[in-house]
């Protein structure tokens, strides 16, 4: 986390369908809301392989501003119910905040 940094920002990039899986496991633990984008995925069989999973090209990227000290529980709760091993086939990571209009 960047030193002072007081939100985080978290990406789940998923299968197209999944992002309303990935808001509600995100809210039951203290989000308030994000921001949905389409898009579509590139990978190649060689990744396919390496994670062992059938990659969908559709993709829906969510991505949620929360307070620093909730970060970690929003995404062990979305990688829970949306993440590789569920239908949504989802990772997650998050991104430090540096500034915001709230700072």
């Known amino acids: 986390m960047a030193e002072g940094s007081k939100f985080e920002l978290v990406v789940c990039i998923v299968n197209a369908g999944y992002s309303e899986t990935v808001m509600q496991a995100a809210r039951a633990v203290g989000a308030k809301g994000g921001s949905i ?4 995925g590139s990978a190649n069989p060689e990744a396919e392989e ?7 090209p559709d993709k829906e990227v969510v991505l949620i501003l929360v307070s620093a000290d909730i970060k970690d529980n929003v995404i062990k709760s979305v990688y829970k119910n949306a993440g590789l091993s569920t239908e949504g086939v989802g990772i ?5 905040v540096s ?3 709230f700072d």
């Open 92 to 96: 997650v990571f998050s991104l430090p």
């Open 37 to 40: 984008i389409r898009g579509r």
């Open 99 to 101: 500034k915001t209009t």
């Open 50 to 56: 390496f994670f062992n999973i059938n990659i969908q």
